[in-house]
């Protein structure tokens, strides 16, 4: 089994800043991308930052400049710190992580469970 947990959302006011950590547990061989996506209440899934094993880094137009993922590999953890939030930045954040699982040969997208982030004053 793999989980991912996540934690650090919740209410801020906007200008304000949030940061949001994944860890990955379970019988993990290695982890290639980790990411973030998010869901707006009557919205798609979409895309917020990602981070490869080697620290290459993607982010969404709407997040870049204001958002930073990292990772800490040993720990099969992600951080997403989030600066300078907007009310449009308000939805449930999700862990994403692309792990190949111990005696196994294939590799899987796993998910979090999701965090609420609310911006609102």
């Known amino acids: 089994q793999v989980h991912l947990v996540e934690s650090g959302g919740g209410l801020v006011q906007p200008g304000g800043s949030l940061r949001l950590s994944c860890a990955a547990s379970?019988?993990?061989?290695?982890?290639?991308?980790m990411g973030w996506y998010r869901q707006a209440p009557g919205k798609q899934r979409e895309l917020v930052a990602t981070?490869?094993?080697?620290?290459?880094?993607d982010y969404a137009d709407s997040v870049k400049g204001r958002f930073t993922i990292s990772r800490d590999n040993a720990k099969n953890t992600v951080i997403l710190q989030m600066n300078s939030l907007k009310p449009e930045d308000t939805a449930v954040y999700y862990c994403?992580?692309?792990?190949?699982?111990?005696?196994?040969?294939?590799?899987?997208?796993?998910w979090g469970q999701g965090t609420q982030v609310t911006v609102s004053s």
């Open positions: 981070i490869t094993g080697g620290g290459s880094t």
């Open positions: 994403n992580a692309y792990i190949l699982r111990r005696y196994e040969y294939n590799w899987y997208d796993y």
């Open positions: 379970g019988s993990i061989l290695s982890i290639n991308t």
